[in-house]
């Protein structure tokens, strides 16, 4: 099996959106992590949710995580209004989050490394043609962990 075998359609942004958006449709959809695409459709960035999340957060909070046990909780929709008039690209900067992307010919176990070196929830899977690159999909954690379990029953 290889990566295009394994490679599955999954929802994107581009750099261009509303980062609100963005994130309405990484909490409605229940997503691990936010697929940015730049606006040739390439690989922009791939962000676990828990770092979307991060980015919201004041820099003295998520320096010293004790002080969020005595901010108030009407501040929470605060967070929220960080997002307002940005976006996506203004909010997730890719040199924080660059792609971890594979070809279609990986092996599992290498896009196994590959999501276990970056921490990331989610690889895309692209082709490299004459005309560009081709995002064909992405691999999900969950897609890999199903993967190992039918190889071993």
């Given at each position: ?50 770092q979307l999340i991060r980015q919201l957060l ?72 004459s005309d560009g690159v081709t995002l064909l999909?992405?691999?999900t954690a969950a897609r890999l962990m199903q ?7």
């Amino acid at each position: 099996m290889r990566a295009r075998d394994l490679a599955e359609p999954y929802p994107f942004v581009t750099t261009d959106d509303d980062a609100i958006d963005a994130a309405r449709m990484l909490a409605e959809q229940s997503l691990p992590a936010l697929l940015v695409l730049d606006t040739d459709n390439q690989p922009y960035a791939i962000v676990p949710g828990s770092q979307l999340i991060r980015q919201l957060l004041p820099a003295y909070i998520a320096e010293d995580p004790a002080l969020a046990g005595v901010v108030v909780e009407q501040h929470n929709g605060e967070l929220a209004e960080r997002l307002a008039g940005l976006t996506v690209a203004e909010w997730v900067p890719r040199r924080l989050y660059a792609p971890p992307v594979v070809g279609p010919d990986a092996r599992p176990l290498e896009v196994a490394a590959l999501m276990a070196r970056t921490h990331s929830p989610l690889v895309a899977v692209i082709e490299r043609g004459s005309d560009g690159v081709t995002l064909l999909g992405t691999i999900t954690a969950a897609r890999l962990m199903q993967h190992f379990l039918q190889a071993a029953a």
